[in-house]
């Protein structure tokens, strides 16, 4: 079946840690997202990559980290110049701008 | 960047009751989604409407694009809708969606 992978489900990072988030496709889709979700709120926009080997900021980039190596993989690092890592993120892919499928997400915790 | 509006911010339904949510946007837009997002957090699309009326069972959306708004409509509600409903549009000349802040719904049996 084709869909998104999100891996691992839950993380827990120390303070000044660097640590990635795993999104990857089997739709051939050429364009990837993610997008950060705090309790409350709607989703908010990280990095996009609508083709390989190329991103653009969204709208919370700073402290975040992404590469576009491989069309299937999107990888999203949080350095420890993001203050405020706890949250839920959701991985995307879509063909151009029509319907977006989302993977599962990953819940981010500092400790 | 594209405002997006979703009214109520949270809804509670008697199962069997119909309920109609809200998606207001700031600006023209060529893309216009809703999601549903179960209580372990998946996010699933419901519809892919820019424009017109589309149904899918006990589900169906409208968008006046000329009157910059999108409603969501859910007949015969059942414990399964409970979640959150997002409403997320894509600004013309734009490259991705900017969501809303949801409307969480709680259907009770």
């Known amino acids: 079946d084709g869909g998104i992978t999100q891996s691992p489900k839950y993380l827990f990072r120390k303070e000044g840690q660097n640590v990635t988030l795993s999104c990857e496709q089997n739709?051939?889709?050429?364009?990837m997202y993610w997008y950060r979700q705090d309790p409350g709120q709607g989703l908010r926009l990280i990095y996009y990559?609508?083709?390989?080997?190329?991103?653009q900021k969204g709208d919370i980039a700073e402290g975040y980290s992404v590469s576009r190596e491989k069309k299937e993989s999107f990888p999203l690092t949080v350095t420890s110049a993001q203050k405020n890592p706890t949250a839920f993120y959701l991985c995307?892919?879509?063909?151009?701008?029509?319907?977006?499928?989302f993977g599962s997400g990953t819940r981010l915790t500092v400790v | 960047g594209i405002q997006v509006e979703q009214s109520p911010p949270d809804l509670i339904l008697q199962e069997g009751a119909n309920s109609t949510l809200r998606c207001n946007f700031s600006d023209s837009v060529n893309n216009l989604q809703w999601f549903h997002q179960n209580p372990w957090g998946q996010l699933i699309n419901l519809f892919y409407?820019?424009?017109g009326t589309k149904q899918n069972g006990r589900l169906s959306a409208t968008t006046v694009a000329t009157e910059r708004y999108s409603l969501l409509y859910i007949s015969s509600s059942q414990t399964t809708d409970s979640g959150v409903y997002f409403c997320a549009a894509l600004r013309s000349g734009y490259s991705t969606l900017t969501f809303g802040k949801g409307t969480m719904l709680l259907v009770s049996p």
């Open positions: 409407i820019p424009s």
């Open positions: 990559s609508q083709i390989v080997n190329d991103f």
């Open positions: 995307a892919s879509s063909i151009t701008d029509l319907g977006y499928t």
């Open positions: 739709l051939n889709h050429d364009a």
